[in-house]
């Protein structure tokens, strides 16, 4: 074998090896760190189980930076996507006050992005990130979707979206988690998504479980009321539309948590009773989608910051994309937002319809 051939193997091992120790001492240390914290007399049962979660998700990212397995295959641009697909989209989105982000993942491995390097606002679109890592904690606890959280009358905003708030104006109420789950996926219902954040599995770990799963080009920091104290506050939650279309598709594609839990988020998500005027508005009746939509305030100038929509599709052929459509910073009316993202899910629809 050429000797620097030989050198360079050499060298590839000993790094491998190097690499593998360092894992199982990092490990080690982790492992010290749960013992620490059941021995933690000062600690609740409950506080004890929400500390080993926060860390056992600290240690998957860790993991995961360590073998350096980030799924790459989705930077890689499409080849069925050609030239074509992009000047549709770009000529939708031509002279609109707005910057339109776009992102495609076609049969689990072909993409396309438009206006992908940059952060948008993710709005209500976070609850579909929210609902991930929630039934994520709730498969690991296993806890079923009948299980009842008590809310309380200051758990109900009545200044905030909130079809919850209309039925139970005084709260003082038990619901299932999966009834309450349901209203924040397909009502967009802020106050049931900031009882969940509260009460269950905050912004901080559904943040690291995201990673855990090899998503880096995000943030989720904020709840819905922390939002709203201020249009700024809008822009803390945000994401690429790459970043967005990749949950999707390991949602669609992995089995990252019981059968049932996913199809209980698959079914709120093709029941959304928001945003038909986006994604859906302009597709064949017929067709499958299943979508997460959101919506930002505006500031006294009129700017919106954020107009978004990201969902699932599925071919006549049988075949499936996942698509994500950012509209950021717009001084368009609402109506011309939702039609944007209309018109850019109908040709990319008509583009892979028959691939």
Sequence with gaps: MNKFLTLAFLVMLSTSAFAQSGRKEMNKEYGRQYKEIGKNQNLSGYEKAQKKRELSLQQKQDNLNYSNSHDHAYDRHSELADKSLEKKIHSITKNKKATVGVAVIFDGKDTLTVNNDMEYPAMSVFKFHQALALLDYMNNNLLSLESNLYLKKSDIKKDTYSPLAKEYPEGNFTIPIGDLLNYTVSKSDNNASDALYYYMSGTKM???????????????????????????????????????????????????????????????????????????????????????????????????????????????????????????????????????????????????KNK
């Design 206 to 352: 559904t943040d690291l479980y995201l990673r855990t799963l090899g998503s880096k080009n995000f943030s989720i920091q904020a709840t819905e009321e922390e939002m709203s104290k201020d249009f700024n506050n809008q822009y803390i939650n945000w994401t690429t539309p790459l970043e967005a279309a990749r949950l999707l598709d390991i949602f669609i594609n992995k089995d990252i948590f019981c059968k049932n839990y996913k199809d209980f988020l698959f079914q709120a998500m093709t029941e959304s009773e928001t945003g038909s005027d986006k994604l859906k508005a302009l597709l064949p009746k017929k067709v499958l989608i299943g979508h997460k939509s959101g919506s930002s305030s505006r500031n006294l100038e009129g700017l919106k910051a954020a107009d978004n929509d990201i969902g699932f599709v599925y071919l006549p052929n049988g075949k499936q994309y996942s698509i994500a459509v950012f509209i950021k910073d717009s001084k368009e009316d609402d109506k011309t937002n939702a039609r944007i993202i209309a018109d850019i899910s109908q040709v990319v629809y008509n583009f892979y």
